[in-house]
């Protein structure tokens, strides 16, 4: 199994600009979420997902938005990117909530 | 609300001395308690959880936990620590009630040769 992957790597904005930062897991497992990781402010939940076709918002939702179309795939999308959406963003998965999440590598998104 | 606290920054600890890192919860109701930790460059790796049952947790490389209600923590502790220890550990909550984790603000441990 691959686990969970997150595509891109690394990617550099400019303000306005919209992206969408993919993740697929291939464990089959229904929650999945995604965090922005910021300095000394811990990891955030932006949005999460309990099935296929049920989504909704974390702490931190505005200026994203999500969709879960298939069981695999969860993609993380900006709108119009700002400076203060700068950060790593982390998508994980796990079988049901109470169980082990399991962390993709991260997307580290600059946005000038 | 839900809340999670990891009141120190940074722990320095001598390899082969026990260690703690701690973690203190809000919740309304009775919480699912997780420990995670980051190595550089890489997304987060589950350490231990608790649930239900015995207040003591053990985990993967050594790792323990107590989960103590009335004082609401959950440290993280290991009797002899290794330099390979040093990374950024998370401690996570979610309220049996909701689907939502909040995490800390994570505790930077390094483990000195």
């Known amino acids: 199994n691959a686990g969970v992957t997150q595509t891109p790597k690394f990617q550099v904005l400019k303000t306005g600009q919209s992206m969408t930062l993919q993740c697929a897991q291939d464990?089959?497992?229904?929650?999945m979420s995604w965090y922005r990781q910021d300095p000394g402010m811990g990891l955030r939940l932006i949005h999460y997902?309990?099935?296929?076709?049920?989504?909704d918002q974390g702490e931190v939702p505005n200026g994203y938005n999500v969709s879960r179309s298939t069981t695999e795939d969860f993609p993380l999308r900006l709108l119009s990117a700002a400076p203060s959406q700068t950060s790593v963003y982390f998508c994980a998965s796990s079988y049901d909530p109470e169980e082990t999440q399991y962390f993709g590598p991260g997307t580290r998104l600059l946005v000038l | 609300a839900q809340s999670v606290a990891q009141p120190e920054d940074q722990v320095n600890v001598a390899e082969g001395n026990p260690l703690t890192v701690k973690c203190t919860y809000s919740?309304?109701?009775?919480?699912?308690l997780f420990w995670y930790v980051q190595y550089p460059n890489r997304g987060l790796q589950f350490l231990l959880k608790y649930i239900t049952g015995d207040n003591l947790v053990k985990g993967s490389y050594g790792f323990e936990a107590e989960f103590n209600k009335s004082q609401t923590s959950f440290h993280l502790k290991k009797p002899s620590a290794l330099v390979s220890d040093s990374a950024l550990y998370f401690c996570a909550v979610r309220d049996r009630g909701t689907y939502k984790y909040i995490f800390g603000t994570g505790t930077r441990l390094k483990v000195l040769a």
């Open positions: 919740v309304s109701g009775n919480p699912y």
């Open positions: 997902s309990v099935g296929a076709g049920i989504t």
């Open positions: 464990m089959n497992h229904e929650y």
